[in-house]
């Protein structure tokens, strides 16, 4: 017998053919698939002759979990109640804390904040024009601060309304002073308001967390500079210095000098900016003049030289700050 047809034997069961017995003792190849065909055939059988099993519902089964599920818990607080009744000193501090806690978190408190600042100039000679006044607030970006006006037998007092930092608070003392040259010197006083919390809460205002968001895309470093000084300002940190690089990979390193603002006025950080191209020396020195004016500096002196054969020009300028502390 050749092997194709023993294989179709083999395939067929036909254990009885004396001819295929003879083949599979003379044919290695042929007995192994015999053997392994033997086989499958014998798992098969066994299969079909076993009992199927009796299938579970559903419902029964989430029952089960939910009972196994229902011991362990209560399992466990049997363990607590037990380690409580040998441990009563444990029971009384484990009770402890839980009311601290409610007490902490829930229980409202009446605290005192700072909702803002006001600026007060009391006897200033003459009254400024509402709209030269609109004019100096909306030039330092405080357009919209209340003003109180009052004439007494000293002179007229202003004073400015809910700055929301001590920043601004000091911006504007510096902007009236310059606009009114006056030598009156302001006064800077917190609005302080009760409220009530729980400590918790309390504790977490007093936190003080500032939090600042720059996207960065298509920006030079100053731009992102820029970016972050303004945001700090409007945050009430307008005194930041911010150092920032970036190295060949694109990573931005940034580093921030912050230091707290003190309650005594002075002039903030004179920043401006003068485009240059096709004016005449007079005209940028005017321009300069007009936004440093605006700033708080009315009395800037200006000098301004050409030199070298590319016309670079060199400025210099002298400030002469206005005394606003009335000495």
Request: aromatic residues 4%; charged residues 25%.
């Amino acid at each position: 017998m050749r092997c194709h047809k023993a294989k179709a034997k083999i395939e067929m069961a036909d254990w009885s053919d004396p001819e295929l017995a003879a083949h599979l003792k003379s044919c290695p190849s042929c007995a192994k698939l015999a053997s392994a065909q033997s086989i499958l055939d014998s798992a098969t059988e066994s299969v079909r002759n076993q009992a199927a099993l009796p299938a579970s519902d559903l419902s029964v089964i989430k029952a089960n979990l939910a009972a196994c599920q229902s011991q362990k818990e209560l399992s466990f607080m049997s363990k607590v109640q037990n380690m409580l009744a040998d441990h009563r000193g444990l029971g009384f501090g484990l009770a402890s804390v839980a009311i601290i806690l409610l007490f902490l978190t829930l229980v409202p408190l009446p605290y005192q904040r700072i909702s803002g600042y006001n600026v007060t100039f009391a006897g200033v000679d003459g009254l400024v024009p509402g709209d030269q006044m609109q004019k100096a607030m909306s030039a330092i970006g405080h357009g919209n601060v209340p003003i109180k006006v009052v004439a007494s037998e000293n002179g007229v007092n202003y004073e400015f309304q809910s700055l929301q930092s001590i920043q601004a608070a000091k911006e504007v003392a510096t902007a009236f002073a310059a606009l009114t040259k006056t030598k009156v010197s302001p006064r800077i006083m917190p609005n302080i308001e009760t409220v009530s919390a729980s400590l918790y809460a309390q504790a977490r205002e007093k936190e003080r967390r500032v939090e600042i968001e720059v996207n960065g895309e298509g920006k030079t470093d100053e731009q992102i500079k820029a970016e972050i000084e303004s945001k700090l300002a409007a945050q009430g940190l307008g005194g930041s210095l911010v150092y920032l690089k970036t190295d060949s990979t694109g990573r931005h390193e940034i580093r921030l000098n912050i230091e707290e603002s003190d309650s005594t006025p002075k002039t903030p950080e004179t920043t401006i900016e003068i485009d240059t191209h096709g004016k005449t020396d007079e005209q940028i020195k005017a321009e300069i003049q007009a936004k440093m004016a605006a700033q708080g500096h009315p009395n800037a002196k200006i000098e301004m030289h050409t030199t070298g054969s590319d016309s670079l020009k060199r400025m210099e300028l002298k400030i002469e700050d206005i005394d606003t502390t009335g000495h």
